[in-house]
Nanobody
Framework: QVQLVESGGGLVQAGGSLRLSCAAS????????MAWFRQAPGKEREFVAA????????DYADSVKGRFTISRNYDKNTMYLQMNSLKPEDTAVYYC?????????????????WGQGTQVTVSS
């Protein structure tokens, strides 16, 4: 049974940093893209960043490019999101997911497994 567990969220002031972690179990996703999405209250889930099977395969939403860094530890089946220079508009529940369905890496419909999410709140 696939399980995804996100952690590392919290409350931080604008300009601060957080590091999110995603631990996957039940199946190896080393050959798949894995991504971070986020969802703010009343809004649709939106793409944040993705990391492919190679360290050269990364993609970022324009809103986080230059501030967030995605990384993976393939041996541990884990993924990370280093978030710097946080802004109040980054406030959301952050989810990790492996892209196991067809489609573009930025489309949430291409993902079938989701964790419970971790809350990130950035105060102004």
């Amino acid at each position: 049974q696939v399980q995804l567990v996100e952690s590392g969220g919290g409350l931080v002031q604008a300009g601060g940093s957080l590091r999110l972690s995603c631990a996957a179990s039940g199946r190896s996703f080393s050959n798949y893209f894995m991504a971070w999405f986020r969802q703010a209250p009343g809004k649709e889930r939106e793409f944040v960043a993705a990391h492919g099977p190679s360290d050269f395969d990364t993609d970022y939403a324009d809103s986080v490019k230059g501030r967030f860094t995605i990384s993976r530890n393939y041996d541990k089946n884990t993924m990370y999101l280093q978030m710097n220079s946080l802004k109040p508009e980054d406030t959301a529940v952050y989810y990790c997911a492996p892209q196991v369905l067809s489609g573009t890496v930025r489309d949430a419909r291409a993902y079938d497994y989701w964790g419970q999410g971790t809350q990130v709140t950035v105060s102004s």
